[in-house]
C-alpha cells in the first residue's frame, strides 16, 4: 500500500525547534518530488516547501524561509522538515504530500495524515 | 506573493450542481489542481491538469480553465460531496506552490 505517515509533532514554546518526519512506503520514494503543506486550525492549506526527487532543488514558501529546512534521505525513504525559531503562526497540522509524476503529473497524489504541531508558552 | 482567489462559500440541493471558481493572474500558465477534505482527513485530489480526473473520482466531478479563471463543477450533487475544496497552482515562475483560500460546499 501507498503510503506516508508523518511524526514529530508536539507541544513546543515559541523560539523552540522541532524535526518532523515522513516516512514513505509501497513506492520507490527516491523518485518522487516531496513537499510538505500545513493547515492551521480552522485555516486553509498552506504550501511550506518542496524538494526535489534527489535533493538537489529546493524551495520554500515566504512564511518560513529562513527558519524551516527540508530535507530527504532516500536510503531510509524519508523526509523531514527542521523547524527553528517557532511562532505562534507556525501552530498548524503539517502533511507531507507525494507529486504524482506518471499517472497524476503535478499533483499532490498521495498525502499522510498529518502531525500536529502547537507552537505556545 | 502570488494569490488564488476562492469564493468561501457555496450552497446546492442535492442533485443541483455547483461550480466553483478559482482566479489567478498564472493560471493561463500554470495548471491548476483541485482537492476535497472532509473535516479531520487529509486533502484528496480530484482533477489535476485543470480538466483531468483520477480514477476512482466519480464522473460528476469535472473541471475547465479560462483564461485566468479555473471552474471545479460538480453535477448531480450529493451529500457526501460536502466539504472543502482547494484549488492549487504555482507562479508564472512555476517555483512557489499556492492554494486558494478554500471554498466550503454546502449540501442543503
Known amino acids: 500500500e501507498v503510503q506516508l505517515v508523518e511524526s514529530g509533532g508536539g507541544l513546543v514554546q515559541p523560539g523552540g525547534s522541532l524535526r518532523l518526519s515522513c516516512a514513505a512506503s509501497?513506492?520507490?520514494?527516491?523518485?518522487?518530488?516531496m513537499n510538505w503543506v500545513r493547515q492551521a486550525p480552522g485555516k486553509g492549506l498552506e504550501w511550506v516547501s518542496y524538494?526535489?526527487?534527489?535533493?538537489?532543488?529546493?524551495y520554500y514558501a515566504d512564511s518560513v524561509k529562513g527558519r524551516f529546512t527540508i530535507s530527504r534521505d532516500n536510503a531510509k525513504n524519508s523526509l523531514y522538515l527542521q523547524m527553528n525559531s517557532l511562532r505562534a503562526e507556525d501552530t498548524a497540522v503539517y502533511y507531507c504530500?507525494?507529486?504524482?509524476?506518471?499517472?497524476?503529473?503535478?499533483?499532490?497524489?498521495?498525502w499522510g495524515q498529518g502531525t500536529m504541531v502547537t507552537v505556545s508558552s | 506573493s502570488y494569490e488564488l482567489t476562492q469564493p468561501p462559500s457555496v450552497s446546492v440541493s442535492p442533485g443541483q450542481t455547483a461550480r466553483i471558481t478559482c482566479s489567478g493572474d498564472?493560471?493561463?500558465?500554470?495548471?491548476a489542481y483541485w482537492y476535497q477534505q472532509k473535516p479531520g482527513q487529509a486533502p484528496v485530489l480530484v482533477i489535476y491538469k485543470d480538466s483531468e480526473r483520477p480514477s476512482g473520482i466519480p464522473e460528476r466531478f469535472s473541471g475547465s480553465s479560462s483564461g485566468t479563471t479555473v471552474t471545479l463543477t460538480i453535477s448531480g450533487v450529493q451529500a457526501e460531496d460536502e466539504a472543502d475544496y482547494y484549488c492549487q497552482s504555482a507562479d508564472s515562475s512555476g517555483t512557489y506552490k499556492v492554494f486558494g483560500g478554500g471554498t466550503k460546499l454546502t449540501v442543503l
Open positions: 509501497g513506492f520507490t520514494f527516491s523518485s518522487y518530488e
Open positions: 504530500a507525494r507529486v504524482g509524476i506518471v499517472v497524476v503529473p503535478g499533483a499532490f497524489d498521495i
Open positions: 524538494i526535489s526527487s534527489s535533493g538537489s532543488t529546493i
Open positions: 498564472a493560471l493561463p500558465k500554470q495548471y
